[in-house]
């Protein structure tokens, strides 16, 4: 990425003082497109469209921010973006520039091959262990400095490709269990906006 994209999208500038360490948007990674629905490359998107349907918030597809977004009753924006996962910083940086964010009131939802299905890790900041989107985001808001929601998927196993694991579909057994998973996700978030990270780190990532 050249200097000047970086410019244009807002990822090399620096962020402003925050006001308030209080998470003020939440985006969900995952690929556009209806063939990748219900991938596990995309259950970043899963959780943020549950978190819309629980506060009845509309998605709106903002092409400014390259982005659907949607805002909930207390002011939280939610985002989903539509550059395929790859790029997803450009949409995360476009957003924060925007509404003046800093990065650490950013929360990333993403999909973890390192955890089992079952699993989900809050962190306040952290490498990209090899996720295409986070290195992305990283990169764009030139810091590893923003908090994020591991969901685990598990590990792709010997007779598969990691990129077949990732964009493929749960088996039936999966998905019930990732029907629980996410619900005491939205939980871990809805902690998370209240209370604080720490608050969220302690009381779900033991769970399972």
Known sequence: MSLLEKLRSGGAEAP??????????????GNPGTEYD???HNIGFELVDRL?????????????????VAKTENGTFLAKPLTYMNLSGNAVARLGRFY????????????????PIGKIRFRKE????????IKSIIEFLSTKDFPRLKLGIGAADQNATVIGHVLGKFSPNEAEELEKVLAIAVDGVNCALSEGMDQAMNQFNRRA
């Open 52 to 68: 819309a349907a629980e506060n009845d918030s509309k998605w709106s597809r903002e092409r400014k921010f390259r982005a659907k």
């Open 16 to 29: 402003p003082a925050a006001s308030s360490d209080k998470i003020k948007l939440i985006v969900g990674l």
């Open 100 to 115: 003046k964010l800093h990065p650490h009131q950013i929360l990333v939802v993403y999909d973890d091959l390192d955890l």
């Open 38 to 40: 219900g991938t596990r």
């Open 126 to 133: 952290g490498s990209s262990g090899g996720h295409n989107g």
